[in-house]
């Protein structure tokens, strides 16, 4: 897959992982059933803030979390989720937008960076 590809799955897997309310969190990357804070690809996860989805859906197409493809896709996906946040909230703090304006503002931010993806796909075309 191309980067532009990835970048798209990878946001529409975060978008997935958290559009319910219930699998959202607050002031912790995840949270298993229980509500104790995990890291977010350990398998007790059900809830995940936007950043700790944003390693989980990268780590399951970049075959773990220490690869340079992991690498340079979080790194992409994060500047675009960031630029998107600024354009939006005029902030880029992801996990200040996450924790306080919370699951709506991240779902904003994330439908704003594919729209974002998909104006410079055509763009491009």
Same mark, same amino acid.
């Given at each position: 897959?191309?980067m532009? &590809?990835? @970048?798209?799955v990878? +946001?529409?897997?975060?978008?997935t992982? @958290? &559009?319910p309310d219930?699998?959202f &969190?607050?002031? &912790?990357?995840?949270?298993?059933?229980q509500?104790?804070?995990v890291? !977010?690809?350990? !398998? =007790? $996860?059900?809830?995940?803030?936007?950043?700790?989805?944003l %390693?989980?859906? %990268?780590?399951?197409i970049?075959?773990? #979390?220490?690869? !340079?493809r992991?690498? $340079? +896709?979080? =790194?992409? $996906?994060? *500047?675009? +989720?960031?630029?998107?946040? *600024?354009?939006?909230? *005029?902030?880029?703090? +992801?996990? *200040? #937008?996450?924790d306080?304006r919370?699951?709506?503002?991240?779902?904003? @931010? #994330?439908? =704003?960076a594919?729209d974002?993806?998909?104006?410079d796909?055509?763009r491009?075309a």
């Amino acid at each position: 897959m191309s980067m532009h &590809t990835d @970048i798209v799955v990878t +946001l529409q897997g975060l978008r997935t992982l @958290i &559009t319910p309310d219930h699998r959202f &969190t607050r002031d &912790t990357f995840a949270r298993t059933a229980q509500g104790h804070a995990v890291e !977010p690809t350990d !398998p =007790a $996860a059900v809830a995940w803030c936007m950043r700790g989805a944003l %390693v989980h859906a %990268v780590a399951s197409i970049a075959d773990g #979390i220490d690869t !340079p493809r992991y690498h $340079a +896709l979080h =790194a992409a $996906a994060h *500047q675009l +989720l960031t630029v998107s946040a *600024q354009h939006v909230y *005029q902030m880029g703090g +992801l996990a *200040q #937008i996450n924790d306080d304006r919370g699951h709506t503002a991240v779902l904003t @931010i #994330i439908d =704003a960076a594919l729209d974002r993806l998909e104006q410079d796909a055509r763009r491009c075309a």
